[in-house]
């Protein structure tokens, strides 16, 4: 068991991007009760970034968490992008404060980031610390970012340390390099694609490195493959993977089964695997995943999906429901 394990964290994790304003404008009061209803759920993790809104998840998630007892959730925020003064360029994001991300794996920078983390989280602590996307910065976060990381840890003042991106090829040269407790993979182990259970899910199980999943819907893809305007990776999605994912649909509707049902659950069965995080938008999508998650599920559907050719037939698959 890895150290995240050793938190009091939970099957499903709440993303905190939709919390951030992700591609359209949240307001506090829906934040706060979305975090509620997460609460409710019987949600404990809690994973966030500078990034997300400029700084406006963190403050959203810190202030719905304030009225919780500390020691019966876990945050995950990250490392990377300091905020700095002044308006940045055009992103995801929108509505947002008046302050910009700078990429920065120093390891003053580094230490910075936190510091200012805990002070919009309005925390002592956070839980799990990340390196967040050094995916054209590498030689910077092993320089500075991971082995400040360690000092931190070392001093008491993160439990788990890591990284969080979404590819698995990276995460696997830092595993291999660094003394990491987890990793945030996103959207690369999925019921669409595994490819990273070899490169990197695989290598975690035997270091007892714990990895959280994120994008368990591929943007979109696995919670409804049939709209017009369904996306992968948050951009159109190719016919293939429409094809694909359609495919996949069709075996689970024989089943009675949700294809965001089976989605969410799928990487839950990997050794490696500690939790699956979604973002929601609302309480009501909060309370879909939750129910989602608990979905009774055949095993029948997993081996059918095997002989289809739309699941990997090495995979580890959950167990009958």
């Given amino acids: 068991m890895g150290r995240l394990r050793e938190l009091p964290i939970s099957r499903l994790g709440l993303g905190g991007t939709a919390l951030g304003n992700m591609f359209r404008a949240n307001d506090d009061a829906t934040s706060d009760a979305t975090v509620d209803a997460a609460w409710d759920a019987g949600i404990r993790l809690f994973d966030t970034a500078p990034l997300y809104g ?12 304030a009225r919780r007892p500390r020691d019966e959730f876990v945050v995950s925020t990250k490392v990377g992008r300091v905020l700095e003064p002044g308006a940045g360029e055009e992103t995801t994001f929108v509505d947002l404060p008046d302050v910009h991300p700078e990429f920065d794996y120093s390891a003053a920078a580094t230490r910075c980031s936190l510091e200012a ?3 919009r989280l309005g925390l002592d602590r956070v839980d799990v610390l990340l390196v967040h996307d050094p995916d054209d910065r590498e030689a910077e976060a092993r320089a ?4 400040e990381l360690i000092r931190m840890r070392d001093e008491g003042l993160v439990h788990a340390i890591g990284t969080g991106m979404n590819q698995a090829e990276m995460p696997a040269r830092f595993v291999a390099e660094f003394d990491l407790d987890c990793v945030l993979l996103a959207g690369r182990y999925t019921l669409l694609e595994q490819g990273a259970r070899r490169v990197l899910l695989d290598t975690c199980a035997e270091r007892d490195v714990d990895v959280m999943i994120g994008g368990v819907f591929n943007s979109g893809l696995l919670a409804d493959p049939h709209r017009a ?3 992968y990776e948050y951009w159109p999605a190719a016919p293939q993977f429409v094809e694909r994912a359609q495919q996949i649909e069709a075996v689970c509707r024989r089943y009675d089964i949700a294809l965001a049902a089976a989605a969410l659950q799928f990487p839950l069965a990997h050794p490696a695997v500690a939790a699956v995080l979604t973002g929601a938008r609302s309480p009501e999508e909060i309370r879909e995943n939750a129910s989602l998650i608990q979905w009774p599920i055949p095993s029948e559907l997993w081996a059918v999906l095997a002989l289809d050719g739309l699941l990997d037939p090495s995979a580890p698959v959950p167990g009958v429901g």
């Fill in 117 to 119: 983390s805990l002070e």
């Fill in 144 to 147: 500075g970012a991971f082995p």
């Fill in 54 to 65: 400029h700084g406006l998840s963190e403050q959203r998630l810190g202030r719905a968490l």
């Fill in 229 to 231: 305007d369904v996306t």
